[in-house]
């Protein structure tokens, strides 16, 4: 009878054993289910706070991993015509928008490509972030001349 009460004994520790690890497996992969929803919060953040910004909006934006350009669609989101001088994701300066000025109509939407030069390169599937305080837009109203807007958020996104 003894002999019977240890193999029992054995028999429900490796049970108990079995379903510690079936729990440990399922809470990892929760977890891991959680991280990736939090990239995907952050991206959704940015998109909401560009979206809305003013003067200019940012409706659309892709880092490309061939040759490391970021691809911007910006908006005006004004009710007036705005000169579009540049735009720039880097605070030294060095990542800016070089093409000439532009007069932008109200709502209209118009795109522009940086090349990075001082950004990390960009794999595709990878995240890129540029943070809000080194993101800037300068332009001319009807009004006033050399305005500068700062960034709304961080812009984050997925590199093609």
């Avoid at 690890?21 to 929803?37: E, G, K, N, R, S």
């Avoid at 200019?56 to 490391?68: D, E, K, L, P, W």
């Avoid at 070089?98 to 595709?124: D, G, W």
Wanted: proline share 2%; aromatic share 6%.
């Amino acid at each position: 009878m003894k002999r019977n009460e240890k193999a029992q004994g054995t028999v429900e520790y490796l049970i108990i054993l079995a379903i510690i690890v079936v729990i440990a497996l399922v809470v990892v992969t929760l977890l891991f289910q959680f991280t990736d929803a939090g990239r995907g919060l952050r991206q959704a953040d940015s998109d909401i706070k560009w979206k809305s910004a003013t003067p200019f909006a940012i409706i659309n934006h892709v880092q490309s991993s061939a040759n490391n350009g970021l691809t911007i669609v910006l908006k005006n989101n004004t009710a007036s015509t705005i000169n579009f001088v540049r735009m720039c994701v880097s605070g030294a300066g060095l990542d800016c928008d070089r093409n000439a000025s532009l007069n932008v109509a109200p709502s209209a939407t118009f795109t522009r490509t940086i090349s990075l030069t001082t950004a990390p390169a960009c794999t595709s599937g990878a995240t890129y972030n540029f943070v809000k305080n080194n993101i800037t837009i300068d332009y001319n109203n009807v009004d006033i001349n050399s305005l500068r807007e700062q960034g709304a958020g961080d812009l984050v996104g997925t590199c093609s």
